[in-house]
């Protein structure tokens, strides 16, 4: 069974400030597959990264940051001098390689940027 | 290129009554994904079309729910006899075949239909 969690329901931050998103996992799958997506208020989700298994090597785009961290089956995201236009939910999601289809999403973040 | 187009964008209907959404992927993606997100959750998928292969049905909360594809593109997902508790967004998204065997493709997603069961 795949399992994704996003402990954190909603963040509110002052435009410039840095938050962090994070996210934790469950799967049975060695090799797997982790993404993050927002949801701005329009509704349409839109694909921001996605990872496999076998490199953990953070990255970074810009003001986004993923920390990926096999241990602790967490792949965390930061947005770094967060702006107004930030504000979404989240949703970090994972595919295992085996079984499920299709991709198992959390419960998402909603983060709120204030000017 | 267009993206994914889902339609209607909103749907009122009354309990008991069927209701047809539908969704257009984009061209050449032969992945089409349907997911259902209630109020404060995350998405919970539905179905899943592959190509020519048997959809994934494993997501499908009654038997009042169902999906066809027609032609490998177009999508319609049908509730029959729609409760209140079926309120929701269904969300559509589609991607790419895989380019190695079981890696994922970005999955593009449309707009969503927000159904209302009064």
């Known amino acids: 069974a795949q399992k994704v969690t996003q402990a954190q329901t909603e963040i509110s931050v002052v435009e410039k400030e840095d938050v962090t998103l994070d996210c934790v996992y469950e799967t049975r799958d060695t090799t797997y597959y982790l993404f993050w997506y927002k949801q701005p208020p329009s509704g349409e989700l839109v694909f921001l990264i996605r990872?496999?298994?076998?490199?953990?090597q953070n990255e970074i785009s810009g003001r986004y940051s993923w920390n990926f961290q096999k241990s602790t089956s967490s792949f965390n995201f930061t947005i770094t001098a967060s702006q107004v236009v930030d504000s979404a939910v989240y949703f970090c999601?994972?595919?295992?390689?085996?079984?499920?289809?299709?991709?198992?999403f959390g419960k998402g973040t909603m983060l709120l940027v204030s000017p | 290129g267009a993206g994914v187009s889902q339609s209607p964008s909103n749907k009122v209907t009354e309990k008991g009554k069927d209701v047809e959404l539908r969704c257009d992927p984009i061209?050449?993606?032969?992945?089409l994904y349907w997911y259902r997100q209630s109020l404060g959750q995350g998405l919970e998928f539905l179905i899943y079309?592959?190509?020519?292969?048997?959809?994934?049905k494993s997501g499908l909360p009654s038997d009042r729910f169902s999906a066809e594809r027609t032609g490998g593109s177009v999508s319609t997902l049908t509730i029959q006899r729609t409760q209140q508790e079926d309120s929701a967004v269904y969300l559509c998204?589609?991607?790419?075949?895989?380019?190695?065997?079981?890696?994922?493709?970005?999955?593009?997603f449309g707009p969503g239909t927000r159904l209302t069961v009064l």
């Open positions: 061209s050449g993606h032969t992945a």
């Open positions: 998204a589609s991607s790419r075949m895989g380019g190695s065997a079981g890696v994922p493709n970005e999955q593009f």
């Open positions: 990872r496999n298994s076998f490199d953990e």
């Open positions: 079309f592959q190509g020519n292969s048997a959809p994934d």
């Open positions: 999601a994972l595919k295992g390689i085996s079984g499920y289809s299709t991709l198992t």
